[in-house]
């Protein structure tokens, strides 16, 4: 809704200042004993490759949660609102329990 975006947006603008005005102090740059190992351009070009490829993932899953939903009777916003963000977080659901077995 446009309310809720509304809201993130102020909130943002507000951190913002918070980070740059306010603290700034808090969020210097560190220094680092090492220098990163990767130039721009393989940086730029990682980050294409892994953009292609989740744009590919995104619309094959689109693709195939269509039928899905028309055939199980279920709503649009239920499978946007409910199905798909279980489905996303489930390896980060699998990790939180096995931190869990753990006692971490």
Same mark, same amino acid.
């Given at each position: 809704?446009?309310?809720?975006?509304?809201?993130?947006?102020?909130?943002?603008?507000?951190?913002?200042?918070?980070?740059?005005?306010? %603290? #700034?102090?808090? *969020?210097?740059? @560190?220094?680092?004993?090492?220098?990163?190992?990767?130039?721009?351009?393989? $940086?730029?070009?990682?980050?294409?490759?892994?953009?292609?490829?989740?744009?590919?993932?995104?619309?094959?899953?689109?693709?195939?949660?269509?039928?899905?939903? %028309? #055939?199980?009777? *279920?709503?649009? @916003?239920?499978?946007?609102?409910?199905?798909?963000?279980?489905?996303?977080? $489930?390896?980060?659901?699998?990790?939180?329990?096995?931190?869990?077995?753990?006692?971490?």
């Amino acid at each position: 809704s446009y309310a809720a975006a509304g809201a993130l947006a102020i909130v943002y603008i507000q951190f913002l200042y918070y980070q740059t005005t306010t %603290h #700034s102090h808090l *969020f210097t740059g @560190r220094k680092y004993d090492t220098m990163p190992q990767m130039s721009l351009a393989m $940086a730029l070009m990682l980050l294409s490759v892994v953009s292609l490829v989740i744009m590919i993932h995104s619309e094959l899953l689109v693709r195939n949660v269509e039928p899905m939903v %028309h #055939s199980a009777g *279920f709503s649009e @916003r239920f499978v946007g609102a409910i199905i798909l963000p279980v489905v996303g977080n $489930a390896a980060e659901f699998f990790v939180a329990i096995l931190a869990a077995m753990r006692n971490r």
